[in-house]
């Protein structure tokens, strides 16, 4: 047996965006029309989003201490100032294409959310193009298994020597679905990216009505556009994979883990994932006393703790 260590689980210096790109649409739960411009940002920023309102920025970097609880999305808020909503989706494109520092200027509450998936992400992020920058790329690396459960619900999070994900579902009609790879840009646009939010349109109905006596704006903008809308064992239209629901939920674990807001490099195992589950392992592997730590990598594997 080999002594070598393994290949570094990824980039060795952080990357930003090598030009501007824009995004615009409805948001799947407010209905409402909004403007996404994401921009270059300088190494050490992380993923920030801005909205502006009355004149004033107000900034919300995108870390699990920012996460508020939203019915059916991942939202973020600093202090008292104005919501993001439905971050989920471009995270993961970020995440998955390595882009560590960006800016993310909104105008509206809610992010697009094109057809339910992150490949209107992924090629916008395709076509502006990946630059790397001068700083050593940090890693979070878990180095002690945890666990979160709630109810039949079950999250995992254990070493491994790269970002690897297992995800299983059981959905009425299409019994249990699971799914399992290493998360990188190529295999994310394959396997994931064009997967898309999923729902019967009769749980949007019975959304919009709780989302009135909740006072909270639920499910306004699904339709079978943005939506799989599931008939049966398939889809309005058709599936793009036969698992498609599995394939979209590991999506959106990708996406709530870059709250995370460096790099993982762990194995995570997500029996029924869904948001607040999710963040639920983040939090308990953040806020777990030694079980994980900050890392950078050498050309040949080898690793070394980071300096602040």
């Not at 909503?85 to 094109?114: C, K, M, W, Y």
């Amino acid at each position: 047996m080999s002594d070598e260590p393994p290949p570094p689980p990824g980039p060795l210096k952080e990357a930003t965006l090598r030009a501007v790109f824009e995004g615009e649409g409805i948001g799947l739960h407010t209905g409402r029309v909004s403007k996404v411009r994401v921009l270059p940002a300088p190494e050490g920023h992380g993923r920030v989003f801005r909205r502006v309102l009355n004149g004033v920025a107000h900034d919300v970097p995108a870390v699990w201490t920012n996460r508020r609880s939203r019915p059916l999305c991942t939202a973020l808020q600093l202090g008292d100032g104005p919501l993001v909503r439905t971050v989920e989706h471009l995270l993961a494109a970020l995440s998955a294409h390595q882009i560590d520092n960006a800016l993310i200027e909104i105008e509206g509450e809610e992010l697009p959310i094109f057809d339910g998936s992150a490949e209107p992400w992924c090629a916008r992020i395709r076509d502006a193009g990946r630059v790397e920058q001068a700083r050593d790329r940090r890693y979070l690396r878990v180095v002690k298994r945890v666990r979160h459960q709630a109810a039949d619900k079950k999250q995992t999070a254990e070493p491994a020597p790269a970002f690897e994900l297992r995800s299983g579902i059981t959905l009425s009609n299409f019994g249990q679905m699971r799914w399992e790879g290493r998360i990188d840009a190529e295999t994310f646009d394959r396997e994931l990216a064009v997967s898309r939010s999923f729902g019967r349109m009769r749980w949007a109905i019975v959304g919009r009505i709780a989302g009135l006596f909740r006072r909270e704006p639920m499910l306004r903008g699904a339709s079978q556009n943005t939506i799989a809308a599931l008939v049966g064992k398939s889809a309005i239209g058709g599936l793009r994979f036969p698992d498609e629901p599995v394939r979209h939920r590991a999506l959106d674990v990708v996406g709530d883990l870059a709250l995370a807001g460096l790099p993982i490099v762990g194995r995570i195992i997500a029996i029924r994932p869904g948001h607040d589950a999710n963040f639920g392992l983040l939090k308990t592997l953040m806020t777990t006393p030694n079980a994980w730590e900050v890392v950078t990598y050498r050309a040949d594997g080898t690793r070394k703790k980071a300096k602040d």
